[in-house]
């Protein structure tokens, strides 16, 4: 199917969202590497679970059955699945009022604006496979920290 022209570039679909069949919801995250990459791993995460961390309080805390660990929501365990390591440095502590504690995204301003997006240092830790090679959003994410005027979160080498 052709690309709405309408869409922000941002969302522009890559190659691995036109081929590969993939949940939708995967579709409004404006990074297309951590789409790829969340493509790539489809059926080896908890969509749930990820879900729950995105919006938080948003989501019921009890997942009715066929929205948790069964073939619909493509969700079982893969005990082959290792995390990759994490993004940021080991002696990193997260003491952000905003943050601290959580596993989430923030969105500032508008969704499809990159420069909207702040990853929690709990969110880079727990599904740094998502995330991985999109430095960017750390980058952007510490800019949000500055503002605040808290600490910018440093990559492990």
């Given at each position: 199917?052709?690309?709405?022209?309408?869409?922000?570039?941002?969302?522009?679909?890559?190659?691995?969202?036109l081929?590969r069949y993939?949940?939708?919801?995967?579709n409004?995250?404006p990074?297309?590497?951590?789409?790829?990459?969340?493509?790539?791993?489809?059926?080896?995460f908890?969509n749930?679970?990820?879900?729950?961390?995105l919006?938080?309080?948003l989501?019921?805390?009890?997942?009715?059955?066929?929205q948790r660990?069964?073939p619909?929501?493509?969700?079982?365990?893969?005990?082959?699945?290792?995390?990759?390591?994490?993004?940021?440095?080991?002696?990193y502590?997260?003491?952000?009022?905003?943050?601290?504690?959580?596993?989430?995204?923030?969105?500032?301003?508008?969704?499809?604006?990159?420069q909207?997006?702040?990853?929690?240092?709990g969110?880079l830790?727990?599904w740094?496979?998502?995330?991985?090679?999109c430095?960017?959003?750390?980058?952007?994410?510490n800019?949000?920290?500055?503002?605040r005027g808290?600490?910018?979160?440093?990559l492990s080498?």
């Amino acid at each position: 199917y052709p690309p709405n022209p309408n869409i922000p570039p941002s969302l522009a679909p890559t190659t691995l969202q036109l081929t590969r069949y993939h949940f939708p919801w995967i579709n409004i995250i404006p990074f297309a590497r951590v789409r790829d990459n969340l493509i790539r791993r489809e059926g080896r995460f908890d969509n749930w679970e990820l879900w729950q961390d995105l919006v938080g309080e948003l989501m019921s805390s009890t997942a009715v059955a066929w929205q948790r660990g069964t073939p619909v929501s493509f969700s079982a365990p893969v005990p082959e699945l290792r995390q990759s390591p994490t993004l940021l440095s080991g002696s990193y502590t997260d003491t952000d009022d905003v943050t601290a504690g959580r596993n989430g995204l923030i969105i500032w301003g508008e969704p499809h604006d990159m420069q909207s997006w702040e990853a929690t240092p709990g969110f880079l830790t727990k599904w740094s496979w998502a995330v991985e090679g999109c430095e960017e959003l750390v980058e952007i994410s510490n800019r949000w920290r500055m503002k605040r005027g808290e600490e910018p979160m440093r990559l492990s080498m």
